[in-house]
């Protein structure tokens, strides 16, 4: 389940307040499977990972499947350039109005309209986030060339998500690549957010 969209909500995040207004629930298309509209308790979890336990001031820091950009937004908030990425570019639109409704869109952000499928060159970055972005088998091998050309050599993918089958096929496959994995936990229980346990996968490259 998402936080309720269409409703303008505040969130702590740390030692920030920020003001979220995501859409209204659009009709799933049936070429391909996106929620890119909720705030999910891993994209909650995964803010506060990256409020409070990177150093991204300066840094190069790619989202991918940005969806409303809530971790993105706390990364910019930190003095990250960032890199905010969706297959649907009205989550873009939105991740740019929920910046300026927050007083921090300027020209440290990017917003580019990527397709797994068929990606584009985006750059190299430090760190790479996202937040429920393997839920779907066929983009596995997509999603991992991207991280490989998209990752520098000394830098830091973080995804967040719920423990399941899989996102543990996922790391398992990163893992084989080369990737090291540490993780941690957080228990979200906010007004609002499902109460779910979310792992932060934590992976560099050996």
């Known amino acids: 389940m998402n936080q309720e969209s269409g409703q303008s909500t505040e969130i702590a995040v740390g030692k920030f307040k920020i003001t979220m207004i995501p859409p209204e629930p659009r009709t799933e298309s049936p ?22 336990e990177l150093s991204v001031t300066g840094k190069e820091v790619l989202e991918l499947g940005s969806g409303v950009g809530l971790p993105g937004l706390v990364a910019s908030m930190r003095g990250a350039r960032v890199t905010f990425t969706d297959y649907v570019p009205e989550a873009l639109e939105t991740v740019k109005s929920n910046a300026e409704i927050n007083g921090v869109l300027n020209d440290t ?8 499928e068929f990606p584009v060159d985006i750059g190299r970055f430090d760190f790479i986030i996202g937040s429920e972005i393997v839920y779907e088998y ?69």
């Open 138 to 206: 066929f983009f596995h091998g997509h999603l991992t060339e991207i991280i490989r050309n998209a990752l520098k050599g000394d830098g830091t993918l973080i995804i967040a998500d719920r423990k399941r089958l899989v996102v543990d096929r996922f790391m398992g496959g990163l893992r084989r690549k080369g990737f090291l994995c540490n993780k941690k936990t957080s228990f979200i229980n906010e007004d609002e957010f499902p109460a779910q346990t979310i792992t932060i996968y934590v992976l560099r490259q050996a």
């Open 109 to 116: 952000m990017r917003f580019v309209c990527l397709d797994w």
């Open 31 to 52: 070429d391909r499977i996106s929620f890119w509209w909720g705030l999910t308790s891993s994209s909650l979890a995964l803010a506060r990972f990256v409020e409070s």
